[in-house]
């Protein structure tokens, strides 16, 4: 380890114990995906005490970035550190005394308890500690760091926009980045980082499909057009698309929110499906939108209703590439540890990081901090007499507090290494 590398740890040490008091606010306060003002204000607020070069504000919504230019020379190079800071609309099960009560009455499709069961309450404050710890070292920095603190990863609301898509529409990352950099708190072994070559996650689009049948009473169905069995067929044959598909590759197609406009003694006019499709390969998602829909619409024509189908909110795989991770990997196991640096297997939730990530080039991680640990074959599992292992987005995900300077060392040392030429393809 060099003397700027010793440097920058022992600056994480000092903001470690800030790092964890923004993280339990943060956790307190969740917001949901395009209303994340007081988080962004939060944000907005120690990017500004920190003297940074400019603080964008009010950028695809609640977007905020930091621009902070190194007073070492350098070789135009521009490292961005991106942490996602929207919520979830789950409820808040993970038993700390600083566990969310918050409760979203206005939110489109709400109410809904709110909670940061995805972890993006950690994100957020390993960023406001790396951005610290890089500001305090900013003479020695031979380049530019941004901080992008991004709104409405999880999705906005459909009838809106938001996330990484827009925060590049709307110019956000200037100077273009040489890098992008992130990571995901994951249910790993506390400070482990898992890395894949390829895509961890797969593609994602939105899903929603409306069939369309004739409204009538209960008692006289055949003077309408009862729009549920055709549902039913619908939802049937989604089982059958996989085998449609090369099943060496995985897809899944997941319907999670039907919507019946009827009553128990009445028909409604329409039902709509809201739903998910993943692809291990984008390139398979053409296909499965194509073969989803064409299922609905005969489906439908068949109980002599018709279906409409959206895809909305497309999200790209996120790629690491050979390259990037072989650049990568020295930094990690310095900051880590050789033996908490394993390949990660490849999942089907999505980030749109990959935005970032794919055009920029750069790298995703995955981050460990629960009670876990590996088997020989890489496989995390529960420590015994531990919390357990508990996936993001469900009411009881926990994150371990004292490891998130962990991860604020890992973005610091990742920025300095990139801009100091160590760290490319
Ligand atoms: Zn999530
Ligand atoms: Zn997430």
Same mark, same amino acid.
């Given at each position: 380890m060099t003397d700027i590398h010793a440097e920058l740890d022992r600056r994480a040490a000092d903001v470690a114990d800030q790092v964890?008091?923004?993280r339990r606010h943060l956790h307190r306060n969740p917001e949901l995906s395009n209303r994340e003002a007081r988080t962004a204000e939060l944000i907005a607020d120690h990017l500004r005490s920190l003297g940074l070069d400019e603080v964008r504000t009010? $950028?695809?919504g609640h977007g905020v970035v930091g621009v902070l230019h190194g007073g070492a020379p350098d070789e135009g190079r521009v490292v961005a550190l991106r942490a996602d800071i929207d919520a979830l609309p789950v409820p808040d099960r993970c038993g700390a005394?600083?566990?969310?009560?918050v409760v979203d009455e206005d939110y489109p499709g709400g109410p809904f308890p709110?909670?940061?069961?995805?972890g993006h309450d950690c994100h957020t404050a390993m960023l406001l500690g790396a951005a610290t710890v890089l500001a305090g070292a900013r003479d020695r920095l031979p380049g530019t760091v941004l901080f992008v603190f991004q709104p409405a990863e999880e999705g906005p609301p459909v009838d809106e926009s938001g996330g990484a898509r827009q925060m590049l529409a709307e110019g956000a990352l200037d100077p273009v980045p040489t890098m992008a950099f992130g990571m995901h708190v994951t249910p790993y072994p506390k400070g482990c980082v898992g890395y894949r070559v390829g895509n961890q996650y797969g593609a994602s689009c939105l899903v929603r499909i409306t069939v369309h049948g004739k409204q009538v009473h209960g008692s006289t169905p055949w003077l309408g057009v009862d729009p549920m069995p055709a549902v039913g067929a619908v939802l049937t044959g989604i089982g059958q698309l996989y085998r449609q598909i090369d099943a060496f590759a995985p897809v899944t197609v997941s319907i999670g929110h039907v919507e019946d406009v009827g009553r128990?003694? $009445?028909i409604g006019e329409t039902v709509t499906l809201w739903g998910t499709i993943r692809c291990a390969v984008e390139a398979d998602m053409t296909d499965a939108r194509k073969r989803l829909a064409t299922l609905a619409e005969h489906s439908a024509r068949a109980y002599g209703c018709t279906a409409t189908t959206d895809f909305l909110q497309d999200v790209p795989a996120v790629h690491n590439s050979e390259e990037w991770v072989t650049a990568g990997l020295p930094t990690f196991r310095r900051v880590v540890g050789d033996d908490k640096v394993v390949r990660s297997a490849a999942t089907l939730g999505y980030d749109d990081v990959s935005e970032?990530?794919?055009?920029?080039g750069g790298l995703y991680?995955?981050?460990g901090v629960q009670d876990a640990e590996l088997t020989a074959d890489g496989a995390p599992v529960p420590t015994p007499g531990g919390r357990g292992l508990v996936p993001n987005h469900n009411p009881r995900f926990y994150a371990d507090d004292a490891t998130l300077v962990t991860g604020v060392r890992l973005h610091a040392q990742v920025a300095y290494d990139h801009l100091s030429g160590?760290?490319?393809p």
């Open positions: 964890v008091a923004w009010g $950028i695809a005394d600083f566990a969310s009560t709110v909670s940061h069961a995805c128990f003694n $009445i970032f990530v794919n055009r920029f991680v995955m981050f160590a760290l490319r």
